[in-house]
């Protein structure tokens, strides 16, 4: 695995270009595993956690990024395997399962496990309603979870933009939320909802960000409709 060597390699560029003041370093468990639960901005929060982070962490990312055919396929698909990237299929139920029991793998190996809570990136910098599944994954083992702030990201890297600019951003561990292990027959769905509101009011008042209780992903598609109608009334 590649992961040191992009993050000591390629983060002192990162650093240069990002400029992420951290804090709460000591908030991350030095050993054991555990749940980085952050907000998302941009894209380039994936970068800001790994290059601010004591110790390696693996994400998730969307399947279609080891999908592709061809070279260009090939090299993704190798890229994110590198640096400790697995896949989810992100339609949900049934078919992101196995993403789940990977990461609760990862967890039980002690090792972190980094996820956004949204589950897509906020379409206007604000904070949107938390998906259950790091809840579960620290129920299932009761590992803690890190509430954590990425601020400014989306500033240097608006929706749509590929190359960031250059400038600051900040990112903000908080104090672990310690969860007690429960058999997964006896997790209910108002513990996971409760567990995951804790976490997303514990990002809100760190990176102080608006909340809106609904799911990002209802309203990317709410948007998406209402564009497509407006470019049919033209």
């Known amino acids: ?28 468990p030095r050993e054991g595993g555990a749940i980085i639960a952050a ?51 992100r339609s949900g139920g049934s ?16 090792h972190l496990f980094g996820i956004h809570i949204e589950g897509t990136r906020s379409p206007d910098g604000r904070l949107y309603k938390g998906h259950t599944g790091a809840a579960r994954l620290a129920l299932e083992t009761g590992c803690p979870i890190v509430p954590t702030a990425i601020i400014g990201s989306d500033k240097l890297q608006p929706i749509g933009t590929s190359i960031p600019k250059k400038g600051k951003t900040k990112v903000l561990y908080g104090k672990p939320i310690e969860v007690a292990k429960k058999p997964a027959n006896e997790i209910t769905h108002d513990d996971l909802r409760s567990l ?21 992903q209802k309203v990317k598609a709410e948007l998406k409709a209402q564009q497509a109608a407006e470019e049919a009334e033209k």
């Not at 695995?1 to 991350?28: D, T």
């Not at 901005?41 to 999908?67: N, Q, S, W």
């Not at 992101?96 to 190996?109: C, K, P, Q, V």
């Open 95 to 110: 078919k992101s399962l196995g993403a789940l029991e990977h990461a609760r793998e990862i967890i039980e190996d002690g």
């Open 196 to 216: 995951t509101d804790r976490v997303s009011v514990a990002i809100q008042k760190m990176s102080g960000q608006e909340f809106v209780n609904e799911y990002a």
């Open 39 to 89: 907000n998302h901005l941009a894209v380039i929060d994936d970068a800001l956690i790994p290059i601010t982070c004591p110790r390696m962490v693996h994400f998730m990312g969307k399947a279609e990024y080891f999908e592709g055919k061809g070279l260009k396929g090939k090299f993704k698909k190798w890229w994110f395997t590198s640096v400790g990237v697995f896949p989810v299929d």
């Open 1 to 28: 695995m590649l992961y040191w060597f992009f993050v000591k390699g390629l983060g002192p560029i990162a650093h240069h270009r990002l400029s992420p003041a951290v804090s709460g370093l000591n908030n991350v």
